[in-house]
């Protein structure tokens, strides 16, 4: 009789969840996580961390949820790529996640006009009225252009000043 004894080792836990992620360019980041889940065949308690280019950036537990840091904010109107890998730890085996890219999809917003500046003019004043307007997609220029109304007496240049236009009156 011949007897083969079969020692257990110790797995190396495999991912089960390392999904790529994709958020709008609003999110709040303390409300944004995601789920990373790896197993461990010895039922070892598994352990994560974060590893890669945008590691400093975020965070994961001992649950496998990955937020952004405190410190982090995102400008809204920017579209941003993040790379991250996780490393799952089992007593002495890890591995590392296929790499995780979270993709912050820009929202295009309306700019905002806040005032007109003055909103009338005595007869035969000069007529300049000064636009506010702002638009939280930072990188987009302002452009501005009269649609309604009167619009055939009335031109804006590119500050957004009203005037009237030569020989009206």
């Known amino acids: 009789n011949i007897t083969i004894n079969v020692n257990d080792v110790d797995d190396a836990p495999v991912f089960i969840n390392d999904a790529n992620q994709t958020v709008t360019s609003d999110v709040n980041v303390s409300n944004f996580s995601f789920e990373v889940k790896a197993s461990d065949e010895d039922n070892d308690s598994i352990t994560y961390t974060v590893m890669g280019t945008d590691a400093s950036m975020f965070e994961v537990d001992i649950n496998g949820i990955v937020i952004f840091k405190n410190t982090v904010s995102i400008n809204r109107g920017i579209a941003h790529t993040y790379k ?12 590392e996640s296929n790499e995780i890219t979270i993709s912050v999809i820009k929202i295009e917003y309306a700019p905002i006009i806040s005032s007109f500046t003055p909103t009338s003019v005595d007869e035969n004043e000069t007529l300049n009225i000064v636009t506010n307007a702002s638009d939280q997609n930072t990188e987009d220029n302002l452009t501005y252009s009269i649609l309604d109304g009167d619009s055939s007496l009335f031109e804006i240049n590119t500050n957004g000043i009203i005037t009237l236009k030569a020989g009206e009156s």
């Not at 991250?84 to 591995?95: C, F, G, L, Y």
């Open 84 to 95: 991250i890998k996780i490393v799952a730890s089992a007593n002495t085996k890890e591995v």
